[in-house]
């Protein structure tokens, strides 16, 4: 740990000399002269900076990872502001000051992990959105303190991106052309996704993220002074981000959170279980369930070896079963199906490290095993494209309470609870065979929730009973198959069935509640309706952006155009669908959602490309580019993916290339209108604008579903039809172009 901070002093000292050698710009700081090198770095620092900011934040501040494009709003409202803010001095200190203060805050390196669990309880204070671990508190004083500091935390989010987008759009401004400038920009945005997938690959801490966005913010600086104070924020960044008070042995930054592992010995020195936690809370402990070493330990289980949640499927299925287990984390289901003479098990993580740390810590070693085949993707994807059949499907506690993905605003096991999700199940048991899910449930609709789609899924109620064990969270278990095979088992084993019977659980008898589906995949939200804590952050946002917007020197003379807010709005609509829909087929892994998001910015570069080589003079109607777009938008909608045959690869192929549609058309006319607009940074301000509010409508999918979605993006697309009357037809502006204000 120790030798990291030096090659930090080190970045910030090569930082300093490097600014003190290049020559100076204008002394107000204002580019006046178009720089590729300037503008490539500042577009790929906003994606790159906007990814780790995401991913940080949810990870500290529960929150966050609760509400739905939170953090993306804010990065966007920055940034936004910034481009309409493009001829003013970009303030590069202030935003380094403000990243280093959020870092501050949530960190508090004397209580910040508790100060900001205490945040979320208050925030989190609703019945009707489950927050694991952040049980409601319901106290006033409290209750306003903790949105006093959440709307401090957006205003600290907000600064970091607004020097940024200055930048950006100011460059822009600049450019030969303004699509030419806004091409670069497009590719210096996919090479910041590219930067962050490389850090994250690597399992690198965010205490390098921030450094890599101090740095850049420090190579875009132009005064000198200036420069070395954004340097000199790295060590106090890296102190505050590299906790050497932490008991954990063991702190790593996975491509999807952050593990802390901690070993408990026996006094003797013999391992007794290596404990993990995930963005701070319990996760799993990797246990050793042997028969050697439990008769070295008797008494080391407060319930009976079989009853132990791990051990207790194997009852239910045929002797010497194939298993597929979904979300096989660190191994304990693995290990259980080894030592009960699984035949063959398919284990499926999605997680690397977390697999990795399977196969090196976990002491009965069940992935060194031949007969197990482990399997790094995402469950659904591998229920799509496996043929095989088995006698035990058991999903294992994958629920991904603490972690989005943070390219699709979903859980990673938002698509695996669904009704699609157990149907994809069901077909893939052999006869006789048994589905077992075992799930934390600590909100009651939650348990009501899946017992009802496996009554739906099934035709029959499953069994469902809690398993308490002596390593971890007690185990809700529900088990069905579509034979006799449970009751079979029930009926020949007595210990099993009054287990059963003394486990049963209360949630049972509410009433019934909304079910997921593919298209409402919201498992921790009870109803369709939106939280109230959605509504008061949302409120928070909206008010930051009319103070800030109304600190616009132009605001009170200039109208955002209606036409690129609305094009924002729809398009950001747009992306989450494709990504969202994609991750049915190819999965919700990171390397998946990196590809999505690559391609939609490609799309978005042919499309610039296109309407560059057609000339000033050429280009296509209006009506015909919305048509396009309208068009695609209504194929998407109407086409039932689902029900076409093939591969999952094959479908999901298919829906990439009607995706497409849309986004390619939405590429054109966007830049068809940009390169005739009379203020590009503007038009890019108001453009960065409508995606925040596009954000917050994408909340209405808890409403109505996201597939509905796509009729909103419609809507917003008609929207900026009518923005068309406030635009310059493109034959005036291509006899008289745009003068540029140096």
């Known amino acids: ?45 906003t994606l790159f900076a906007e990814l780790a900011l995401i991913r940080w934040v949810a990870t500290e501040v529960r929150v966050f990872a609760y509400v739905k494009n939170l953090a993306l709003l804010l990065c966007f409202l920055g940034f936004g502001l910034g481009c309409a803010l493009a001829r003013q001095r970009p303030r590069w200190q202030t935003a380094a000051t403000a990243l280093l203060g959020l870092i501050v805050i949530v960190r508090l390196p004397w209580r910040g992990v508790q100060i900001m669990e205490t945040l979320s309880q208050y925030l989190g204070a609703a019945q009707d959105v489950e927050m694991w671990t952040a049980n409601a508190v319901h106290d006033t004083p409290g209750f306003l303190l903790a949105v006093a500091v959440t709307a401090i935390l957006l205003l600290l989010i907000t600064y970091i991106f607004i020097p940024i987008g200055q930048t950006v759009s100011r460059q822009i401004e600049l450019a030969p052309r303004p699509l030419y400038g806004y091409s670069w920009n497009l590719a210096g945005s996919l090479a910041g996704i590219l930067a962050f997938f490389a850090v994250s690959w690597l399992a690198l801490p965010p205490a390098v993220w921030f450094t890599i966005v101090l740095a850049g913010m420090a190579l875009l600086q132009s005064n000198r002074s200036d420069t070395i104070r954004i340097a000199t924020a790295v060590l106090p960044v890296a102190l505050l981000l590299i906790d050497h008070s932490t008991p954990h042995r063991f702190n790593l930054w996975t491509p999807y959170q952050q593990i802390e592992l901690d070993d408990e010995n026996f006094p003797n020195g013999e391992l007794f279980r290596t404990i993990i936690r995930v963005n701070h809370v319990g996760y799993q402990a990797i246990v050793n369930l042997s028969s050697d070493f439990l008769g070295r330990h008797p008494g080391l289980l407060d319930e009976a070896p079989d009853e132990n949640p791990y051990n207790l499927p194997f009852r239910f299925t045929s002797p010497n079963p194939s298993v597929l287990i979904v979300g096989s984390g660190t191994g304990n289901d693995v290990a259980a199906a080894v030592r009960h003479q699984a035949r063959a098990v398919d284990a499926v993580e999605i997680d690397p490290k977390i697999l990795a740390l399977g196969r090196s810590h976990h002491p009965e070693h069940p992935y060194s095993d031949p007969r197990v085949s482990a399997h790094l993707t995402d469950a659904r994807a591998f229920m799509k494209r496996t043929t095989s059949r088995y006698d035990l499907i058991l999903f294992g506690l994958l629920d991904s309470h603490t972690q989005l993905s943070d390219y699709s605003n979903m859980r990673l096991d938002n698509f695996v609870y669904t009704e699609e999700s157990f149907r994809e199940a069901r077909a893939l048991l052999a006869p006789g065979g048994v589905l077992f899910i075992k799930f934390a449930v600590s909100h009651s609709f939650v348990g009501r929730r899946l017992a ?62 909304a079910v997921t589906t593919d298209d409402w995949p919201y498992l921790y939200h009870q109803g369709h309706w939106i939280p109230g804590i959605f509504y008061l952050l949302s409120a928070l946002v909206i008010l930051l952006a009319a103070v800030f917007y109304f600190q616009i020197p132009e605001a009170r003379t200039r109208v955002p155009s209606l036409f690129f807010f609305s094009m924002g709005a729809g398009f950001l609509l747009l992306e989450t669908q494709v990504v969202s829909r994609l991750a049915l087929y190819f999965g919700t892994t990171w390397q998946v959602n990196g590809i999505v998001i690559a391609a939609i910015l490609s799309a978005l570069l042919l499309a610039n490309f296109v309407i560059d080589r057609r000339g000033q003079r050429s280009s296509w109607p209006r009506s015909w580019t919305l048509a396009g777009i309208l068009v695609g938008i209504a194929c998407a909608y109407f086409v039932p993916f689902n029900r076409i045959p093939g591969s ?22 966007f830049a068809s209108e940009f390169r005739s607009a009379d203020s590009p940074a503007a038009a890019l301000g108001a453009n960065m604008l409508g995606a925040v509010v596009g954000g917050l409508l994408e909340n209405l999918s808890l409403i109505i579903g996201m597939k509905a979605l796509l009729l909103v993006a419609a809507l917003l697309y008609c929207l900026a039809a009518l923005g068309f009357l406030g635009l310059p037809s493109r034959r005036a502006a291509a006899i008289s172009p745009a003068l540029k204000e140096p």
């Open 648 to 669: 999952a690869a094959l479908v999901g192929s298919f829906a990439a290339l009607i995706f497409a549609i849309p986004v390619f058309f939405a590429g054109l006319l």
């Open 1 to 45: 740990m120790s030798l990291r901070i030096p090659g930090f002093i080190l970045a910030a000292v090569l930082l300093v000399g490097y600014r003190l050698i290049k020559p100076r710009t204008q002394a107000s700081g204002v580019p006046d002269r178009w720089n590729l090198s300037t503008l490539f770095l500042a577009s790929a620092l």
């Open 452 to 513: 009802e789609m496996l009554t739906s899924t099934f035709g029959k109620a499953p069994v469902v009973f809690v398993a308490p064990s002596s390593y971890s969270t007690d185990a809700t278990c529900f088990v069905i198959s579509p034979s006799t095979q449970v009751e079979a088992s029930l009926a020949a084993d007595s210990r099993l069935s009054n287990f059963v019977a003394a486990g049963h659980p209360a949630f049972l008898t509410l009433s019934e509640v």
